[in-house]
C-alpha cells in the first residue's frame, strides 16, 4: 500500500514557481514531523524544509526566503510553495514524514529548471 503521494513536479524556467504536494494515507498514523529532501544528480540527499506538528518550520540556507513550507494536518499534507526557482534548484523531491518516531518516504518527484 502507497503511504505517501507526491505531485507537483514538472519543467520550469528559471525565476519561475512551483508547488509540490505530498498526501499521507490516513493508515499512516499520527504525524509529527513534515519534511522536503532533494537528491541532484551525483549529490546527497540533502535537507530542503522542515516543519513540526505546531508549525515551526527550518529551511536550508541555500532555499531560504524563496520555499515555503506548509502542513494542512485536516488533510494530512504536506506543501512546498517554490518561488524564484534556479537552475541549481534541479533534483528529485522527496517528502518525509514521522510517525512514532520511524520516518516514511514519498516517491519522489522530478523538479527541472531551465536557464
Known amino acids: 500500500q502507497v503511504q505517501l503521494v507526491e505531485s507537483g513536479g514538472g519543467l520550469v524556467q528559471a525565476g519561475g514557481s512551483l508547488i509540490l504536494s505530498c498526501i499521507a494515507s490516513?493508515?499512516?498514523?499520527?504525524?509529527?514531523?513534515m519534511a522536503w529532501y532533494r537528491q541532484a544528480p551525483g549529490k546527497q540527499r540533502e535537507s530542503v524544509a522542515s516543519?513540526?506538528?505546531?508549525?515551526?518550520?527550518n529551511y536550508a540556507d541555500s532555499v531560504k526566503g524563496r520555499f515555503t513550507i506548509s502542513r494542512d494536518n485536516a488533510k494530512n499534507t504536506v506543501y512546498l510553495q517554490m518561488n524564484s526557482l534556479k537552475p541549481e534548484d534541479t533534483a528529485v523531491y522527496y517528502c518525509?514524514?514521522?510517525?512514532?518516531?520511524?520516518?516514511?518516504w514519498g516517491q519522489g518527484t522530478q523538479v527541472t529548471v531551465s536557464s
Open positions: 490516513a493508515s499512516i498514523g499520527r504525524i509529527n514531523n
Open positions: 516543519i513540526t506538528r505546531g508549525s515551526n518550520t
Open positions: 518525509n514524514v514521522e510517525v512514532n518516531f520511524r520516518g516514511y
